[in-house]
């Protein structure tokens, strides 16, 4: 397996492993807790949608097909990670694969993802997260950032 190949499932591996880990522990801790005041609480909610709650779903057919295409979402971008042309997507594509495959497990398992950081500026609400949600922002700011690395264009010297 190539250096690249490696890096990308080893991130996703981990990703998927680490929040596991930080789920079950989480799941044990009560109440809401103040993490940083006026922006970051730790919450447990159970979002049966997708990002922002957005297409909500209550029985299960609906959550087999967001199943459904979460995996084959999955699928791609694993396809991505194995084609990686450098280090930069390896990581940006093993973070999404990663943080997708833990949001998959999280559905299929629990019939929803579990989520528990609620961001917010003062009382207005923006959103409730996870720690895979984490690592595909993350995993996403890597690949634009490839993308503008490899877009630059060079200025001509005067």
């Known amino acids: 397996m190539s250096g690249h190949r490696a890096l ?3 991130l996703a591996l981990a990703t998927l492993l680490l929040n596991f880990v930080i789920a079950h522990v989480l799941a044990s801790v009560k109440g809401p807790l103040i ?3 006026g922006l970051l609480d730790f919450i447990q909610t159970w979002n049966r949608g ?3 709650s957005l297409f909500w779903q209550d ?3 609906g959550r087999y097909v ?3 295409v979460l995996a084959a979402a999955v699928l791609f971008v694993a396809v991505l990670a194995w084609r990686a042309a450098n280090l930069f997507q390896a990581a940006g594509y093993g973070l999404v694969v990663g943080g997708a495959l833990g949001n998959l497990a999280d559905r299929s398992l629990n019939g929803a993802v579990f989520d528990y950081l609620f961001l917010h500026l003062g009382p207005a609400p923006l959103f409730v997260f996870n720690f ?4 595909i922002t993350l995993g996403v700011l890597l690949l634009l950032a490839d993308t503008v690395k490899a877009t630059r264009v060079p200025i001509p010297d005067s």
Request: no cysteine; net charge negative; proline share 11%.
């Open 8 to 10: 990308a499932f080893g």
């Open 35 to 37: 993490l940083i005041p």
């Open 50 to 52: 997708v990002s922002f």
């Open 59 to 61: 029985g299960d057919k």
């Open 66 to 68: 967001l199943i459904a």
């Open 132 to 135: 895979p949600d984490v690592a």
